[in-house]
């Protein structure tokens, strides 16, 4: 709302074209809904205004502010259940503290690559508050599903399609989700007794794995891809030594006493 005042004279005219900005003593702006007011400003060129021309002013602004809601709402009844997709969207994500430095990677790599690849703008507090900022909802899709993948967690009792990182005499290493390994300790390979890890998986090989375990403190995790497969008809397994390796055995017949 603008003001021309001289004296005691005065009006106040709908602010719409700006000109009562330059000539006029005030600049009220008055934001609200069909129900009320939701936010107030004003500048003023004069030393103070009236109770007189505050009221007049927010009666001409409650008709006005009705007038254009009922306009915008000939048009558009409601709001769009969902964003259109050319739209800028904008999305945030709480991070685990400890997916922080995973997510910004060494010098900022990690979150430069991300912001590189999916056109987005990415910004992280140090609570770990991760804003999204996207010029269209396939970029900012983009750009959360990489977040997505760096702050996931293994879960127990999930199987994942994992990735053999490196064998060693005890086991394996499997990749599960990016930048997660777990271990596949030989004890879980099979059902049956394996001497050598190297036997049955090699670097690179996709395998079947589930999530058995994860250390409290330490966080690692433990995997088995004999927990995926049936068990041999007639085969008992002793009970897990210290160092896990449960080895399979088959059923003997027990010997007759005469």
């Given at each position: 709302m603008g003001l021309v005042s001289d004296g005691d004279k005065f009006v106040v005219l709908s602010d719409i074209?700006?000109?009562?900005?330059?000539?006029g003593d005030m600049d009220f702006k008055v934001a609200g809904t069909e129900k009320g007011i939701t936010a107030l400003q004003m500048d003023i060129?004069?030393?103070g205004i009236t109770t007189e021309i505050l009221t007049?002013?927010?009666?001409?602004?409650k008709a006005g502010r009705l007038h254009l809601l009922d306009l915008m709402g000939q048009v558009l009844a409601a709001p769009r259940a969902e964003f259109a997709s050319n739209a800028p969207q904008m999305a945030s994500v709480q991070l685990p503290k400890e997916k922080i430095r995973d997510?910004?990677?060494k010098?900022?790599?990690?979150?430069?690559n991300i912001i590189e690849v999916s056109g987005c703008e990415v910004n992280i507090d140090d609570d770990?508050?991760?804003?999204?900022?996207?010029?269209?909802?396939e970029k900012l899709a983009v750009a959360m599903k990489m977040i997505a993948d760096l702050t996931q967690t293994a879960e127990v009792g999930k199987t994942y399609l994992g990735k053999v990182a490196k064998?060693?005499?005890?086991?394996?290493?499997?990749?599960?989700?990016?930048?997660?390994?777990?271990?596949?300790?030989v004890s879980e390979l099979a059902h049956h007794r394996v001497k050598d890890p190297a036997d049955e998986l090699s670097e690179g090989q996709e395998v079947m794995v589930k999530c058995i375990g994860i250390d409290e403190k330490s966080g690692k995790i433990k995997l088995s891809r004999k927990a995926l497969i049936p068990k041999?008809?007639?085969?008992?397994?002793?009970?897990?030594?210290e160092g896990g390796d449960e080895r399979p055995r088959e059923r003997r017949p027990r010997p007759r006493r005469s």
């Open positions: 074209a700006g000109q009562e900005d330059h000539y060129k004069i030393g007049k002013a927010l009666d001409q602004a997510v910004i990677g010098g900022g790599a990690t979150i430069r770990g508050l991760c804003q999204v900022a996207g010029p269209t909802q064998v060693v005499e005890f086991g394996a290493f499997v990749t599960i989700l990016p930048g997660l390994d777990g271990l596949l300790h041999p008809e007639g085969m008992e397994e002793e009970p897990a030594s």
